[in-house]
């Protein structure tokens, strides 16, 4: 499909309001873009005051149906109603295969209600995806900020990095710099596991048994990465440089875990953080943040990480 998808997440959260008002504030041409949705859903958050305006426009879209009925709209509720709407949301973008996807957040807690056990969308889409082994990643952009998750979302006592795990993430990081991002000589940093990058082992040894040798593997094979240092220094002078609009040292930050990665860029680039899944063939963008269902349905949603999302989903696919 020559076209952009633009999921509208679970019905019960923001997805729909940010996707309404950021399409009317973007006014991209429509016949570039396909909305894997629902009617009912796009009728119910354009009764919002502020989306009274969107709906006329966004009839001129493409709109792929999902089943699901009005009387199962309940805005802030987890439902595996919503939760099935999500998963058959992705599992029809997959058969499309369009130029990008763009995903509003759903609830994982809804995906396991309606029986789907997985951890996040991302997961999703690696399953009805990938081939030859494909490995889908999680990278937060925001403009030349960016940090890549080694793990994504998984308990903090369940996380296991090895070596092989490393070399294979960074190794498909390369490739995807230079293809998407076009970017020949990427420059990494890597974040060391423990406090302090484990101060030569009194603080962990997972420095010195794992990323250490990883890191000289890598640097044999010609990748311009560090040696792990603590992420504190590291993201104190991307701050900086973010803040002052300057280029980064590096092109991206590798974290070892979720919040290690996320704190600092939510905190420094806020709404204009996107999620953005790389490894697969497709490039797939999100918000940066999740449903919100303590504001869903009244009309206070921000759109302005969905705005990125479509701006670097189509920017991406070019």
Known sequence: MDKIAILTGDPNGIGAEITLKALNILNFPADKIVLISNNEVLKYYNEIPSCRQCYTEINNYEVIEIPYKKSDIKPGEVTAQAGEFSFQSLKKVCELKPKAIITAPVAKNSLNLAGYKFNGQTEVLQKY???????AEMLFVANNFRVLLLTRHCALKEINITKEMVIKKVENLVQTFKTVFKIKKPKFALCGFNPHAGEDGILGKEEIEILIPA?????SEGIDITYPKPSDTLFINASKNYYNNQKDTYDCYIACYHDQGLIPIK???????VNTTIGLDIIRTSPGHGTAFDIAGKNTANPESMIEAIKLAIELSK
């Open 129 to 135: 995806l990938s081939h030859d082994n494909q490995l």
């Open 215 to 219: 890191v000289n593997y890598l640097r």
């Open 267 to 273: 905190t420094i680039a806020g709404d204009k953080t």
